[in-house]
């Protein structure tokens, strides 16, 4: 086994959970879990600490907004209120209203499920990334965010590390080129394996931990 190899091992043994699993999120190819996603998604990629962001979208979750219509039917206040209980008070006012103009959206154009916008890409990762960008409050990060998970169900996404995750490569001494790296990985699921370089890009010492315990 080369330095990369075990650099890649001791990475993904320690922090090779993806945020999805982290927020409580059982991902499947179904409506609900990939809503969840892609409200997950949507706050990851604010400024703010992933932890709090992962803490809203749970705190959301118990309060049953975890599918585009009963986002799109709560009141304002009472998404306002639920971001609140996460932590996630900074960005709170503006959120709550991209969450409800975003699950009007869903909802309008592609009937709530997100496998239809999946299926209107046609395997294009390009055209998927656009056509997600098209939900308020999802932008390029947001996107890239709900790709790198979303791949674990729609393999035809795979492999997918977006700037953010080859930069936590970087960051440890390893190529900075996906298949390079799926390469290396082994059978580590491309998801498991974006999410452990994006915790590396985020924390150096997480990096500073895998290289250390690689020797």
Not at 8 to 14: A, F, I, K, P, Q
Not at 23 to 37: C, H, K, M, V
Not at 83 to 92: A, C, E, P, S
Not at 142 to 171: H, M
Request: positive net charge.
């Amino acid at each position: 086994m080369n330095r990369d190899e075990r650099v890649l091992r001791e990475l993904v043994s320690g922090y090779g959970r993806t945020f999805a699993e982290e927020a409580g999120i059982r991902l499947t190819d179904t409506p609900q879990p990939l809503y969840r996603l892609l409200v997950l998604s949507l706050l990851l990629s604010a400024r703010i600490r992933s932890s709090v962001a992962v803490a809203a979208a749970r705190a959301l979750h118990e309060e049953h907004l975890d599918s585009p219509r009963r986002m799109a039917q709560a009141g304002r206040q009472r998404r306002v209120d639920a971001l609140g209980r996460g932590g996630y008070r900074r960005y709170d006012e503006r959120t709550a209203t991209q969450l409800g103009d975003g699950a009007e959206l869903l909802g309008r154009r592609w009937g709530g499920d997100l496998r239809r916008l999946h299926r209107e890409a046609e395997g294009d990762v390009g055209t998927l990334r656009e056509l997600l960008q098209e939900e308020p409050g999802i932008g390029p990060a947001g996107a890239g965010i709900f790709l790198r998970e979303a791949q674990r169900v729609w393999p035809d996404v795979a492999p997918y590390l977006d700037g953010k995750a080859l930069s936590g490569a970087g960051r440890l001494g390893l190529p900075e080129d996906p298949r390079k790296l799926t390469g290396l990985a082994g059978d580590t699921q491309p998801a498991v394996l974006a999410a452990a370089l994006v915790r590396a890009a985020l924390d150096k010492r997480v990096a500073e931990d895998c290289l250390r315990r690689a020797g």
